[in-house]
């Protein structure tokens, strides 16, 4: 199963938002079949909160404009961060409207609202949610 090729030139500029929940926006940038490596930018309203979820795998992110904060601190415009696999964020806020890029190197465990696994997010699956639109 091929997503997208290892090598590629992306002009994100033309790329369009597509909602992705209540006050979230991505712009698909790379999904790797191969290695389950996926690039997403993400653009979060003020006041909103991203769903509770582990790190399968490492992941890195570059915030653009805004704040997030989460576990690891507070991460500002010019900011990059490294996530370790097994990093658990129970709350993922964002105080102001917010554009960062994030790369993981494998999927996402979300979390329901009792605390289960209720999906798991990776390269195929914004690959088929993002590249159609």
């Given at each position: 199963m091929t997503f997208q090729p290892e090598e590629l030139l992306v002009n994100v500029e033309e790329l369009s938002w597509v909602t992705v929940g209540e006050g979230a926006w991505a712009k698909l940038i790379r999904a790797c079949?191969?290695?389950g490596t996926w690039t997403v930018m993400f653009k979060q309203a003020a006041g909103t909160v991203a769903p509770p979820h582990r790190h399968l795998a490492p992941a890195d992110f570059y915030v653009l404009e805004g704040c997030i904060e989460y576990q690891g601190g507070i991460a500002k415009a010019g900011y990059?961060?490294?996530e370790?696999?097994?990093a658990e964020h129970p709350k993922t806020t964002f105080s102001?409207?917010?554009?960062?890029?994030f790369t993981s190197y494998g999927p996402l465990?979300?979390?329901g609202p009792d605390g289960a696994i209720a999906g798991i997010s990776d390269a195929e699956g914004w690959y088929r949610m993002l590249s159609k639109k």
């Open positions: 079949a191969q290695t990059f961060a490294r370790r696999m097994g102001e409207e917010t554009i960062y890029l465990a979300m979390y």
